[in-house]
């Protein structure tokens, strides 16, 4: 954990412009959960958002992608109906239907927000929002009007965009990003994604699990880079028997569209000097990770400093170069993830309100991948707490004994602890949890809780598990880890 600190936030200068004490710019996870806290503590907040607030996650990403994950998700039980005893005719997917329940999830979501955002007195403005020199922001709406707005305090939480790659302009019918996807009226007969991180492999699980024929195209030696090899074995694996063929180390050089407007061929090689391959797909998902929206952000003479990626810069409590200004989510380079934007927007306005938070440790956030099966960690992989200097101990025991596991009829999947190795050879300090399998994503919390307590092997291995239940496997784990194993070898 870092140092705490107290910051003294520059008060208003009096004028008629300075009528807020806080204005945040981009309504997204970070941006509108500053807000909120602003407000509830009894501050006068405004929110610039030049679309709808709830930013990507709510609109375009987190809360659309896991909506389509959990369609694929009930088209796979009624798949599998039959082992139940229960008869059904699957007549396959109107995607259609399925797009139309993803907006009403968002309305309702949506509708929420502005309801707590009205409840706290937040004062949203519609238009995009820039920074100008003194701490002003230059509002500009869709209709091209202009106003300005104030305050002793100023909240950079602009978002990010998707990224694209050259040779693969988006088209919104061949060429996709995740915008694109989200908002399909009907699906492709295949498919290939470019790109094998979290956002990729999510995309490939569901399009495969509605019975599209996917391929991954992926340039680093493995997909779900940073993720432990033995959790990421898994996946592979169940991708593997499902028909999803995923190709690593490959180099994407462009593609040709068909001469009678079906699909689009993509040009690739395993190597450098190797022998161009392509494949014929109806459409390419890009799915190479996101940028920083910061174009057009700040204005010359604000002092706030923008390195050569579109990230603006800060240090550990979020601000930037330029007193009373911070940034925080996707537009500064740290983890990618609504709930980091969250702890983001608390350390922030702590400082704002006088307070003297911690920094947010980003070495041991949760990260939750929702492919099928599910991939959920926190703190070091193996791999990466050796690249650290530590001496570890590990333990991992797969799902398919869980009774729970078996019930449910979903045993593919594994939990892998790492701990720190003590003097006498027994496992100490818990350094990372990694786990793939049945519902992992909601089972990490405990996981999380004793990597940040920096908990040791032996203090969890007292946890006691309900049983039957799935987070009985990393109770066993741990048990086994402690040299007190029941269940499992």
């Known amino acids: 954990m870092g140092a705490v600190r107290k910051v ?10 300075q009528v807020f004490d806080v204005v945040i710019v981009g309504g997204g996870p970070g941006g509108y959960a500053a807000a909120l806290y602003g407000g509830r503590k009894g501050l006068r907040v405004a929110l610039v958002e030049k679309d709808k607030v709830g930013g990507t996650c709510l609109h375009r990403g987190c809360i659309p992608a896991k909506e389509l994950l959990e369609t694929a998700a009930v088209y796979r039980a009624v798949k599998g109906a039959k082992e139940f005893g229960i008869g059904t005719e699957l007549t396959g997917v109107d995607f259609a239907v399925t797009q139309n329940r993803k907006r009403k999830v968002i309305d309702t979501q949506h509708r929420g927000l502005q309801g707590l955002l009205k409840k706290c007195k937040v004062t949203t403005l519609a238009g995009t929002g820039s920074l100008q020199p003194g701490r002003v922001v230059r509002v500009q709406a869709a209709d091209g009007s202009v106003s300005e707005v104030s305050a002793p305090a100023v909240v950079l939480a602009a978002g990010s965009v998707p990224r694209t790659i050259p040779g693969f302009e988006v088209d919104g019918r061949v060429v996709l990003t995740s915008d694109e996807v989200l908002d399909l009226e009907e699906l492709p007969a295949s498919a290939a994604v470019i790109g094998g991180g979290a956002i990729g492999c999510e995309f490939a699980s569901m399009l495969s699990d509605m019975g599209v024929k996917v391929t991954i195209l992926e340039a680093l030696p493995s997909i779900l880079p940073g993720v432990d090899k033995d959790v990421t074995a898994v996946v592979v694996k169940s991708f593997n028997k499902r028909g999803i063929d995923i190709r690593t180390g490959v180099r994407v050089q462009g593609h040709q569209p068909a001469a009678d407007g079906h699909g689009t061929s993509v040009r690739f090689s395993s190597a450098p000097g190797a022998p161009e391959e392509s494949l014929h797909v109806d459409a390419v998902v890009v799915s190479v990770g996101r940028r920083p929206f910061s174009d057009n952000l700040v204005a010359p003479g604000c002092g706030v400093e923008v390195d050569d990626r579109g990230f603006v810069k800060v240090d550990e409590y979020m601000q930037t170069s330029a007193q009373g200004v911070w940034a925080i989510g996707d537009l500064v380079a740290t983890p990618g993830l609504a709930h980091v934007g969250f702890a ?9 309100l006088g307070q003297s938070p911690l920094p947010v440790d980003y070495s041991r956030v949760p990260w939750c991948v929702y492919t099928f099966p599910e991939v959920a960690f926190t703190g070091y992989s193996e791999e990466g707490a050796r690249e650290a200097g530590y001496d570890v101990v ?10 729970r596991a078996a019930i449910i009829g979903e045993t593919e999947g594994v939990v892998k602890l790492i701990a720190e190795k003590q003097a006498d050879g027994s496992p100490g ?3 990372g949890v990694h786990m793939a399998g049945p519902w992992v994503t909601e089972q990490l919390g ?3 809780l004793a990597v940040n307590w920096e908990a040791t092997v032996e203090e969890v291995a007292h946890f006691v598990q309900p049983h039957p239940s799935l987070s009985e496997v990393f109770g066993e784990t741990m048990l086994a880890l402690a040299g007190r194993g029941l269940h499992v070898g």
Do not use: C, H
């Open 394 to 403: 590990t333990k991992k025991d797969p799902f398919v004994g869980n009774g």
């Open 429 to 431: 300090r818990l350094l």
């Open 344 to 352: 983001e927007a608390i350390v922030v306005m702590d400082q704002i």
């Open 446 to 448: 405990q996981g999380y």
């Open 8 to 17: 003294v936030v520059p008060t208003a200068q009096t004028s008629q412009e």
